[in-house]
């Protein structure tokens, strides 16, 4: 059975950096794509970036482009979101998650998820 366990979050003030990582085991990591979710107190789970299982392709939301990046470490079984220039806004529990569709249009893709980390954004 496939598992994802997060790491990395906690809480900083706003402009600060933090870097989310999601190792994969029980599972063939090169056959998943990946991808990472937020949910913030009273909101819906909403996508935040999700990268194709080749490395080549890349999906972001609006709302994170040009702060974070997605990437993968096949060597490690990774993922890892870097955010940078963190504001309140990104308070949320982020939750990784894989999937063996491509592209990634609906949240019923993702097969297994992460317990989720939370990254706590306030001054």
């Known amino acids: 059975q496939v598992q994802l366990i997060e790491s990395g979050g906690g809480s900083v003030q706003p402009g600060a950096s933090l870097r989310l990582s999601c190792v994969l085991s029980?599972?063939?990591?090169?056959?998943?794509?990946l991808a990472w979710y937020r949910q913030a107190p009273g909101k819906e789970r909403e996508i935040v970036a999700a990268?194709?299982?080749?490395?080549?392709?890349?999906s972001m939301a609006d709302s994170v482009k040009g702060r974070f990046t997605i990437s993968r470490d096949n060597a490690k079984n990774t993922v890892n979101l870097q955010m940078n220039n963190l504001q309140p806004e990104d308070t949320a529990v982020y939750f990784c998650?894989?999937?063996?569709?491509?592209?990634?249009?609906?949240?019923?893709?993702?097969?297994?998820w992460g317990q989720g980390t939370q990254v706590t954004v306030s001054s």
């Open positions: 998650g894989a999937l063996r569709t491509w592209p990634i249009v609906a949240m019923s893709q993702i097969e297994f």
């Open positions: 029980g599972g063939a990591f090169g056959s998943y794509h």
């Open positions: 990268k194709d299982r080749t490395g080549i392709s890349t």
